[in-house]
């Protein structure tokens, strides 16, 4: 019989909701649109919608793939694309008056034959055309390895492309789809900077899954092998009972114990605690931590 764990009091969250919050809901129906924040069932929606930022999904609301943290839906799309989303990507952004920095994320669509990769691009363009100034960050799926299809994102110049390994090298195949693969992984992040070296690349890690310190150690210098500028530690939290069981509950202390291996290991910048997600907070902690500090884009301030 499977242990209930208690959790903590340090994984409670305060929910609030502003007018911020329904206008980003309305906008997002009223265009099909999608967030990662709804479907993969995020703890930060209220936060992040109450003070204007959304992370948007793009090509449907169902995954080819059936990781078994992922609370977004698995099945078979049929290869069916909406060729307008692009447009009503930028027209949302105007309507949410969201115009500094924009995350996009996407399903999987191995049903497609370069993964989506260029309805992707197609979306970074339209963005960038109708606001030039934004500063777009890109959470991508792993294309099956794929460097062409990686080529036609880095080709839309998002200024972030991000690809998260999950989970630590042994727990892969017990927590990540049969198609994913920690090398696999690796080897998207090393591809982008060989591609463009001067886009910066972001992974996250989850907590919690049974993983030792030492196996994210060795996750983390992995992925300095790889020039990944950008790490992120959250605690995973079980989306519903059909999903894989929190093994334990990491202490506010561990996670800053990690920031602080990332920071010796030279990571740009590390955001770690039980709540930070990939894209929590990702427009403010990048462009205060990172652009404003090494005053990247200084002609632009």
């Known amino acids: 019989m499977e242990q209930k764990l208690i959790k903590p009091e340090w994984l409670k969250i305060k929910l609030t909701t502003t007018d911020n919050f329904s206008n980003i809901k309305n906008t997002l129906k009223n265009h099909n649109l999608h967030t990662v924040c709804e479907e993969a069932h995020c703890p930060n929606i209220s936060e992040c919608w109450s003070t204007g ?39 949302a952004l105007a309507e949410i008056k969201l115009f500094d920095y924009v995350v996009l994320t996407s399903v999987n669509r191995d049903d497609l034959s370069d993964g989506g990769a260029s309805h992707i691009a197609n979306c970074i363009k339209e963005i960038k055309k109708a606001y ?33 390994i999950e989970t630590v090298e042994r727990l892969q195949r017990k927590v990540r ?3 994913a693969n920690y090398s696999q992984s690796l080897g998207i992040l090393e591809n982008i900077k060989k591609l463009n070296p001067k ?16 196996e994210v150690l060795q996750s983390m210098r992995d992925l300095r092998t790889m020039n990944v500028d950008i790490i992120t530690f959250g605690q995973y939290l079980r989306p519903t009972n059909r ?21 010796e290991l030279e990571f740009l910048f590390c955001a770690s605690g039980p709540f930070v997600r990939s894209s929590y907070k990702a427009g403010e902690l990048f462009v205060k931590n990172i652009l404003l500090n090494k005053n990247i884009y200084q002609q632009n301030l």
């Open 243 to 263: 999903h894989l069981a929190v093994d334990n509950f990491i202490e506010p202390q561990k996670f800053e114990y990690f920031k602080n291996k990332a920071l």
């Open 177 to 179: 789809d049969a198609r």
């Open 53 to 91: 930022t959304a992370t948007f999904m793009l090509m449907g609301d169902v995954c080819t793939r059936g990781c078994k943290f992922c609370a977004v839906k698995t099945g078979n799309p049929m290869k069916k694309l909406d060729a307008e989303e692009p447009k009503k990507l930028a027209q």
């Open 199 to 214: 886009i910066y690349t972001k992974s996250s890690i989850m907590l919690g899954l049974g993983e030792a310190d030492e």
């Open 132 to 164: 030039p100034g934004i500063i777009v960050e890109v959470l991508i799926p792993d294309f099956k390895g794929d460097v062409e299809a990686l080529r036609k994102i880095v080709a839309a110049k998002p200024e972030v492309i991000a690809h998260n």
